[in-house]
């Protein structure tokens, strides 16, 4: 999904957020689209490249290439969430970063479903490491 509309809706999220948690919403914009540092972190290591140009166009042309498959976007992993999920328990800011977190991550599964691009990102950091790493 387009960072703008990541922007739009952290924006959105903090503004319902705001009268809860104070300016500790901004947690919750920031983190909001910031997660997708990840997307650049793995163009830098697969191509070894720091166009940050380039890498967001690879990733804006991603749904007209149907062999990209299994990107590991490590903050977009199921072990990710869990990390994030145990963690919130502990701390308000915690929370709100893991709100944020859910939020972007249901953007981007509409994304991928109305894209039909369940295997572009990997979903574990375990099963990419298996399939990727161990067994080669």
Known sequence: MFPKYHIISSALLSILLYPFFGLNVLFVF?????????????YVF???????????KYFEDYPKRRHF????CIFHTIEFFILFALLSFYSK???????SIILHEVLDLIEMYRL??????????IM???RNVLIR
């Open 46 to 56: 697969k191509f070894r490249n720091l166009d940050l140009k380039k890498s967001y």
């Open 93 to 99: 800011i915690v929370f709100l970063i893991f709100v």
């Open 30 to 42: 920031f983190v909001g689209f910031l997660i997708d540092i990840d997307h650049y972190i793995y």
């Open 116 to 125: 039909n691009l369940w295997e572009a990102r990997a979903s574990s950091l």
């Open 128 to 130: 990419w490491l298996k």
């Open 69 to 72: 498959v299994d990107c590991l």
